[in-house]
Each structure stands twice: as C-alpha cells, then as structure tokens.
C-alpha cells in the first residue's frame, strides 16, 4: 500500500520520516544522480518501526527505509538492529534469495539522524492482502514454496545462539536463549505496569522453565527469519516473487521460523512438505506453542510501548497459548 508523501507530516508514529529535499539529497548521495526533478516519492505502509518509501526516477524504483531516531518506544530486542538488516540482505543475495538486493547502506547520521539504506523493489501484492481470494489449492502452492525458501535459509549454519540486539550475549542453550527472549518482553511490559492477566507474568516464566529439556532438544543452531508472516511476503502471478524484512533473523533452532509458529495455531502441512518434508516430534510441536506464545506477547508489548492501542484479540490469544501450554504441562505431552 502507497501513501502520497504529502501526508508525511500529518504521520504522529515515531517513525522517522523526513522531508522530500532531505530524501532527494539522500538519494542523489547513493546513486550519485543530480536528476531528481521529477523524482516521485510516496510512502509504502505497514511496518511497526521504519520508515519505508517507495522511490521511482525516470522509470527506475527503489525503496528507502529509514531507522527509527528514537528507539526508547522500542521493544528490548528491536533496538540498534538496522545495521543487522543491511548486513542480511547481502546475505541472501549470496545464496540467491528473492529477497531486496541492498543498494546502499549510510549509518553516518549525517543526512538524517539515523541510518538507512536503498534497496531494489520487488514487484508483487503481499499474501495478506490476496489471501482470503485464493483457492487452497492456489495457497497450497504458495505456502510449499515458503517452505523451500525457509529451509533455504535455515541451511545456514550458525556455532552460536544470536541475535542483533544482543550481539554480545552468550547463551550455553537454546533454553537460556529463549529465556532471554522473554525475560527482556516481561522487562518492557513490567517497565510500563502492563497488565498482561492474572499471574500471567509467573505463569509464563514458569512455562519456560516447565519445558527446559523441550526446549533444549534441538539438532543444530541455524540462521531462521522469525518474521515471514503474510505481510512480508509478496505475490506475483500466483507466485511467491519475494520476501522482505531481513531485521528478525536469529541464529536459533529452525523452529522459529515463523511459518511453524503462526498465531492462528495451526502449521501449514504445505509449509512442512515445502520444509524438506518436515515431521514434527512432540518437543517440536510443544515449541512451537512456546514460540507462538512468544509471537503474541511481542505484538501485544510492541503496541503498548509505540501507544497504537490495545487490542482484545490479543489478549484473548495470549490467554489461549498460555492455557494451551499449560494442559501440555499437566498431561506431560503434546
């Protein structure tokens, strides 16, 4: 979705959106192009932290997407990750990924008070606008080929649990690595007195902890993008013609991968077949749940701390994973 860059100033987000001369300079930096005259600007929706534009001159399109200048509405783990984006979208372009290719990248401040880079444009409709018009056969196809592409990713191996925010942490297991994910949303929801339900706050922790040796039954550590839910993923001609948000990979159990852990409660059999025809045990399927339930509670403090409202639905699913792991608590299994 395209918004008119005339409707920039009128945005109240934290999103760091500059003024068309400060774009214009910034694209003439990176493409050495004095031609901006009839630069056409707009801005592209969605997105909960950057700034994105799409860009077009003399039938040339890009996209710039501009770091947030204050990360203190961020949650925990999305702060001080940008650098990280860039540095996967160069990533993928080695191992021919349908990802952007990163054009250029400035973390100098100079131009605007927070980095940003420009990156090729990727033609197609995202799946969560098309969705509910497809056939299952049509989503089938789609959701194998998601499939195929997150194994791809996930057959980067990794020696060390990670993520951008935290580059220095180190983590002996994938039970402290997930324990640290949570600790730091409970920190930000606790700073703000979130009221996430009766004793949810405990009963959380203590469903980590219940499922430490789940947790920790992990084959090997692997690069997994935790953020290939259907915004992020475009449609073209009834294909999958690329995928974008490169910020929320870690280095973790392939498990996260979003498409296991959608926060509908169901996995995708196509997604599977597509993952290298992926069977779950039961320590897969009980983390999936821990991950969705992780999922909720990331959306849940991320609107609360940027102020975009609270929403019942997702209260109601915060509630349903938490009941839902606690059964597998009492019966032992999935």
């Not at 990802?99 to 197609?124: A, H, N, T």
């Not at 497809?134 to 191996?157: P, T, W």
């Not at 953020?227 to 009834?238: A, E, H, S, T």
Request: glycine share 4%; hydrophobic share 35%; aromatic share 12%.
């Amino acid at each position: 979705m395209v918004t008119e860059v005339k409707d920039m100033q009128n945005n109240s987000s934290f999103k760091n959106y500059q003024d068309i001369q400060t774009i214009k300079t910034m694209y003439e930096k990176a493409f050495d192009d004095k031609n901006t005259k009839d630069v056409k600007i707009n801005i592209l929706s969605g997105g909960m932290k950057n700034a994105v534009y799409l860009i077009e001159n003399n039938n040339k399109k890009v996209v710039l997407k501009i770091a947030p200048k204050d990360e203190s509405k961020m949650i925990s783990v999305d702060r001080n990750i940008f650098w990280w984006e860039a540095e996967m979208l160069k990533r993928m372009q080695e191992i021919n990924f349908p990802s952007p290719r990163l054009l250029y990248y400035d973390d100098s401040c100079v131009l605007c008070e927070s980095p940003y880079l420009f990156m090729s444009y990727i033609e197609g409709k995202t799946y969560s606008k098309i969705k509910e018009k497809l056939s299952e056969e049509e989503k089938a196809k789609i959701e194998y080929h998601l499939g195929l592409l997150s194994k791809k990713i996930c057959l980067i191996k990794g020696n060390n649990f990670f993520i951008p925010s935290h580059p220095d942490k180190k983590f002996n297991n994938n039970y402290e690595f997930v324990s640290h994910l949570f600790d730091l949303l409970l920190e930000n929801a606790n700073s703000l007195n979130m009221n996430l339900g009766k004793e949810n706050y405990e009963n959380i922790k203590n469903l980590i902890i219940s499922n430490k040796e789940s947790l920790n039954n992990i084959n090997d550590i692997c690069l997994v993008h935790t953020d290939i839910w259907d915004g992020n993923i475009l449609i073209k001609n009834g294909k999958v013609s690329g995928i974008v948000d490169f910020s929320d990979l870690y280095f973790g159990d392939e498990i996260m991968t979003f498409y296991f852990h959608t926060i509908d409660g169901k996995t995708s059999e196509s997604f599977l077949n597509g993952f290298n025809n992926k069977k779950l045990n039961n320590d897969e399927k009980i983390r999936i749940e821990i991950y969705r339930l992780y999922v909720i509670l990331k959306m849940i403090v991320d609107c609360e701390l940027k102020q975009y409202g609270k929403f019942d639905w997702m209260y109601e699913n915060l509630d349903t994973r938490i009941d839902s792991l606690q059964r597998i608590k009492n019966k032992g299994k999935y």
